[in-house]
């Protein structure tokens, strides 16, 4: 029998496309089944922040109840246990003025994220402004200048002061966070006798971050001992003395100050060191010039920052010139140091015999990054320059971002001013102007403003808007009872009494706010130096005549271009008198009164036999109308602007 197998062979298992297919369709039933899942999960994360964003405004309600304030931040209102959260919840909160906002986000919750700020009351999608949403970079780099406070020329024949310390970082990681900013102050100049310390003083330390600039090293005296070496700092301080050591410098900061000489005529001074170079040696014929700043054109503009000062010398030869905004050394009996200029960090130059004019030039933090990489941050003086936006810090400030119920405001500060002396001529108020202040909305502020000083002696008082504070101008100088004018906002003006062997300096102003006085050169006539401004030192007294008084600033925040805060006059017992700066300053007088300032302006009192009263301060505060809504007892719209204007203390309400 033949069987036939072929028929009863059977086909079993999948072929290969059957297996492919099912495969594909349980990828595409897991694919669909994680998807619904992950979207079943986020909706549910969004809920949970909802309700957490909620029960946590009503504790925090019930805390403003009891406390009449809301945490002041995180760690707080946690501590306060009155943010309930879920798990995975993660807040961020934020007190500004009197209102709070506060961001809530989950890693279960996607790039999806809510707030609720106290100002609006409704939660809102996204984040508080400043917070950092989610799957949002929490770092960037930017470029970073650091510039410390030169130091103080020496005293009779100084060193120059050394450049403060300059540190640059082309590529600073920072997180997304507030920063403190530091701007240091330059050092005095030395001045004194014989057997004081005639050296400058140390500038201050400038910081931001982790990075620290040290203060340039003050300029060696004029001593036949250790008191003529020059200061180590940020750049060292030139030597004020053949064989006396020079001020040694910081590293990668900075350089050496330069070695005196004692050869006649000049006896040259050493300069103070620079960012980029050791401060020159002085000579016979000339004083040791200021090391060679460090350029950058972080700004927007090429510049040199941290230059040292220049030496001072004797009866005949060149002076040392300054570099980098570092001051021109002074000629014994002749000319006058100059300063380091502001904002540069320059070494002040070595002083004369009588004056004190060599300060150190303040420190400087400038900021650049990309515009389109760090959106939102304020702090310092902002500008523009091409893809970049530049913050440059001229003081204390903080580099931050901007918080949701902030607005910006124009604001000026001038205090009163110094009482003029018996013929010194009085300083003018130390002045403050910031354009584009953050203020909280919903806040009252407290406005103060200073009254001019009226008897001998008196300063001017201080005037104030939130936690800026312009300091009184100092009186001018008084007979016999203080020959030197006192320091304020803007110093007051020297006197030297009837004996050509008198010489008095001028008061010290503070720093960013206003200028030092006059000095008086002991001459017949008993002129005397005129009170500095808010713009400029006030002027020595010239032959017989007495110093006019340093020019004041000008504004246009009242609508109108007007100059504020300039310094008195200083009197004489000739013919000749200062006039008062432009800045409402008043005019010195011979055997009369010296004429008193202009009122709100915070202008110095003229000098007298009978001394002229300073004028009172203002406080002037300006926003574009559209912007926001505030009130005050005294408010006019100039144009696209609203215009508070203070002559008197009181209130500065924002809605």
Not at 199 to 223: C, P, T, Y
Not at 335 to 363: L, R
Not at 389 to 409: A, I
Request: hydrophobic share 30%.
């Amino acid at each position: 029998m033949n069987i036939n197998y072929k028929n009863h062979q059977k086909t079993s298992g999948f072929t290969i496309v059957e297996l492919l297919v099912v495969i594909v369709v349980i990828g595409i039933l897991a694919a669909l089944s994680i998807v619904s899942y992950t979207g079943i999960t986020q909706r549910a994360a969004t809920v949970t922040l909802k309700s957490d964003l909620k029960n946590s405004s009503t504790q925090l309600a019930l805390y403003n109840t009891t406390n009449g304030i809301y945490p002041a931040d995180l760690a707080a209102a946690t501590t306060a246990n009155v943010l309930p959260k879920s798990p995975d919840t993660t807040y961020q909160y934020t007190l500004t003025g009197s209102s709070y906002c506060l961001s809530a986000t989950s890693p279960k919750a996607g790039a999806t994220a809510y707030h609720y700020s106290s100002l609006v009351g409704t939660i809102e999608d996204g984040v508080c402004s400043g917070h950092i949403a989610p799957g949002v970079a929490t770092t960037v780099n930017i470029e970073v200048l650091v510039v410390a406070g030169g130091g103080g020329g020496g005293g009779e024949i100084g060193g120059g002061g050394g450049g403060g310390g300059v540190v640059y970082d082309g590529t600073h990681t920072i997180s997304l966070v507030n920063y403190g900013v530091i701007v240091g102050n330059g050092g005095l100049a030395g001045v004194g006798t014989a057997s004081m310390d005639k050296r400058g003083l140390n500038g201050e330390n400038s910081s931001f971050d982790n990075l620290v600039a040290i203060g340039g090293g003050g300029g060696g005296g004029n001593n036949v001992n250790s008191y003529a070496d020059g200061k180590s700092g940020g750049s060292g301080g030139g030597a004020g003395e053949v064989g006396y050591a020079v001020g040694a410098m910081t590293m990668g900061q900075g350089n050496i100050g330069g070695i005196a000489n004692s050869t006649a005529p000049a006896y040259g001074s050493g300069g103070g060191g620079g960012a980029s170079s050791a401060g020159g040696a002085g000579s016979s014929t000339n004083g040791g010039s200021g090391g060679t700043g460090f350029s950058s054109s972080i700004s927007g503009t090429s510049l040199l920052y941290g230059g040292g000062g220049g030496g001072a010398i004797y009866t005949s030869g060149t002076v040392g010139i300054g570099s980098g905004g570092g001051g021109n050394g002074a000629k014994y009996d002749a000319s006058n140091a100059t300063s380091g200029m502001v904002n540069t960090g320059g070494g002040g130059g070595g002083n004369n015999q009588f004056s004190a004019t060599g300060i150190g030039g303040s420190g400087v933090v400038i900021i650049r990054h990309k515009t389109s990489e760090l959106i939102g941050f304020i702090g310092g003086i902002i500008t523009i320059d091409g893809l970049y936006t530049v913050h440059t810090f001229t003081e204390n400030g903080s580099f931050r971002q901007k918080q949701t119920n902030e607005t910006k405001v124009d604001v000026l500060i001038v205090a009163g001013g110094g009482v003029g002396g018996q013929r010194g001529g009085g300083g003018a108020g130390g002045l403050i102007y910031k354009n584009e202040y953050y203020i909280a909305r919903n806040a009252n502020y407290q406005v103060s403003v200073g009254n001019g000083g009226v008897n001998f002696l008196d300063n001017g008082s201080d005037s104030s808007f939130d936690s800026m504070v312009a300091i009184g101008g100092g009186s001018g100088g008084y007979g016999y009872a203080r020959g030197v004018g006192s320091n304020g906002g803007s110093g007051g003006g020297g006197i030297s009494n009837d004996s050509v062997n008198q010489v008095w300096g001028g008061g010290s102003g503070v720093t960013g706010q206003g200028y030092g006085g006059g000095v008086t050169w002991g001459l017949s006539c008993s002129p005397t130096g005129g009170g500095g401004g808010a713009g400029a030192r006030g002027n020595d007294s010239n032959g017989g005549s007495g110093g006019a008084g340093g020019v004041g600033r000008a504004f246009d925040i009242s609508g109108v271009s007007s100059y504020y805060a300039g310094g008195g006059g200083g009197g004489s017992y000739c013919t000749g008198v200062g006039i008062g700066g432009l800045g409402g300053g008043g005019t010195g007088s011979t055997s009369g009164t010296g004429s008193s300032a202009t009122p709100n302006t915070g202008g110095g009192g003229g000098g007298g036999l009978i001394n002229g009263a300073g004028g009172s301060g203002i406080v002037i505060i300006r926003y574009l109308t559209a912007s926001m809504t505030a009130s005050s007892t005294n408010s006019a719209v100039s144009g696209l602007y609203t215009i508070h204007t203070f002559t008197t203390s009181g209130i500065f309400t924002v809605q």
